[in-house]
């Protein structure tokens, strides 16, 4: 286990140290100046060439990139060239709302999904079963978008109630909570979808199992068998693919947050490559790759603890 | 089997059933507990309307004011100030000498200013202050030292922490000089015409605390001190700009206008237009600018008013001169013939947009050209042009956009008009940086913009400039009478005689085909009907927010 989780380790260093290389690059592969963009029109040539020293863009590609990492890994993002202030201060304020905003999308997804898919396995090809993969199958094709613009619709402007942009402020957590339903069931149907589908079928298979028949013909009740007993190994790939969901669904917050107009990552680099803001940009982009790192990470790693024949293949090879 | 069926049955019931209601009830409950929250004071608001929609007294409240801006700030120091949204919020924190009045009468009346007397020579401007102005934060009495630091910092005659972007406005002064505590001078090398027009009531004229600005240095531009009567709060980044009422204001502004109701003025960054409509239906803001494709609905609502306000912007499709093909004016006019105007304006702008056939707007107090051509599409002429060209068989032209609204629309209507003559345009979709890179690049050939304006001419004739290109001048046209009249008309001060110098500045354009004109540009101010609001078109056609009643 030590081993395998060392070599795991090992493996996300150097994915986030590629991400690193990428990202100190990335103000030439992208073109446009910055400079231009954050002074206006009405800049002068002394203030533009102060600038474009002050922000180094001017240093040889290598001495950029290894600065860039250098101080990143000391924790230093730099400064946002449009406003000076910290970027690791910005990105301090923007993690928490596309945080919050993927767990409950995710925690949405796996209450809803998960119920779902065990309910449609429960009764294979009846009428339960059909609707529920229709309903399933259409959600996992409703663009979150969409789904966005119909539950805006639907919710604040016809009956009025929950609120349609921001985020509210975290001191006032009820609100805050109000502001997040909408934009959270949004991302999540996708994945409600994809989860219902995925417990369903791994759920027919375990159900087909010898222990299963075995605890049937002991006798017990259905409930137990299918809650006790068979949902524990149906769910592992759904645990599995949890990982990969969170790092989706921080991708599309994108979307989400540029529609419900909340301050998050997403809405951040977007903002942040209209500008030419490189270092706002670097600091959304290795936010959302750390994130994404960590995310799988601990799937894999949970995958493991939740399922004893991995460790024991490994110890036996 | 038969048996296990029944217990499932159940089981489902019970499992499945619960977790589902339980989170119904849950997303109930929570949408419950937000009709309970305004419960401050402005039930008073009436509230037919609000069975069609929630908006506007949803989340409305008679103290706090919020505005929709498109996007967030990035400093309100006077020298810096690159955004219009910088300009609205500066506007109820910062003031000038003097300021135009709301309303868009076009007078000037006095601010900071007790007196403000402009020589006859115009080379000398005398001021009296206001006495017993307040900085906020404590940053103690204004005096003409302050004015004397603001006008010579934003000038870039003094160094400062942070580099003037409105020099050009300051062209001609020499220094301002201080008589008194509340007495200077205003002197210049050379009359300036703009002075009183743009320099002074716009954000050049804006007067600082030296004290503040020294003490604060690069953060004063996200923590400014002025005199405004409202002042700075706090700033959430892509979030919310927020001021709040001052206590020891002047009153200067209220001898022309009622005391504000607000006690705070928030504005809320909301780049995508159809979040902003969804903000304004439902009460989120109290006003702010649609998209022109939403003006119909707002205005079928009885709980909405759409107030558009014509603007001194302006957009063209331009033509790069230097370019071997556009080199030749018959093809530039053979364009210009060939391009349906009046289709761009309906497929671009929803026919929100005023049509343009010369630089300077209608709006605008002097420079209009009355009698400017209105190109209609002529293909026939269009052909002949091009014939006379030596292109009768047609040819290759590309044409940059960038992402602004209409540009698209803009971009298909010219690709279809000049197919017709035998023009095959391929359009080019770039996003601000890049567009902007390409257009100063001589490489480039057609293209359509808009640029932003105030309310002077040579704010827009500047950009034509010779100096100018391979900057923001993307014709890449330099005409030495252009250029000298654009140099003459700023020292002029007789307003008729300019009137005449800017006419004829855009009798050199047209001749010169440099551009096909396509519209001024409106701004589409909506709000809920129990709010009134206050305009200022003379200021990048912003509006004073404090000035807001409901």
Known sequence: MAQYLLKRLGMTFAVVLLILLFLAVVPHLIPGDPVENILGPRATEARITQVRVEMGIDDPVLVQAGSFIWSAAQGDLGRDFATNRPVTTILAQAVPHTMALAFASLGLAVLLGIPFGVLAATKPDSLLDRFTSVLSV????????VMALFLLLLFPIWLGVLPATGTGSFSDPLNYLRHLILPSAALAITWVGYFARLVRASMLEVVGSNYIRVARAYGLRERVIHYRYALKNAVIPSVAIMGVALGNLLGGAVFIELIFNRPGLGKLALDAISARNFPVLRGAILMVALLFVVAN???????????????VEEKST | MTVTTKTTTRWRSRFGGRTLALAAVAMLVLAACGDEEPADGEQATDDEGTEETAAPDADTDDTELRIRTVMDITSLDPNVMPSTTD???????????????????GELINVLAEQIELSDDGLSVDFTLREGVQFHGGYGELTAE???????????ITEGEVETSYASDWATLEEVEVTGDYTGTIRLNEPFAPLMINTLPGNAGLIVSQDAVEELGEDFGTSPIGTGPYQWSEWNPGQEIVVERYDDYHGAMFEHLDEPQWERIVWVPIEDDTAADIAIETGDVDMGQISTGSVDRFEADDNFVVDPLATFDYGWIGMNVQDEVLSDVNVRRAIRQALDIDSMIVAGFDGQVARANALVSPEMPIGHWEDAPVYEQDLDQARAYLEEAGYEDGLDLTMIIDDQTGSQEIAEIAQANLAEIGIDLQIDLLDGGEYREVARDANQQLFYISFSNTADPSW???WFNCEQVGDWNYQHWCNEEFQQLHEDALVETDPDARHDMYVRMQEIMDEDAIAAWVMYRTNLYTYGSDLQISLVPERYGKYLAYDFRR
């Open chain 2, 460 to 462: 827009a004739t500047v």
């Open chain 1, 297 to 311: 990470l601990v799937a894999d790693l949970s995958y493991r603890f939740l399922d004893p024949r991995i460790r």
């Open chain 2, 87 to 105: 300009d609205a919020v500066a506007m109820t924190v910062l003031e000038g000498l003097v300021a135009y009045e709301p309303g868009g009468s």
């Open chain 2, 146 to 156: 302050d004015v004397k630091f603001s006008f010579e910092r934003t000038a870039g």
């Open chain 1, 138 to 145: 259409s959600f996992i094709t409703v663009p979150s978008y």
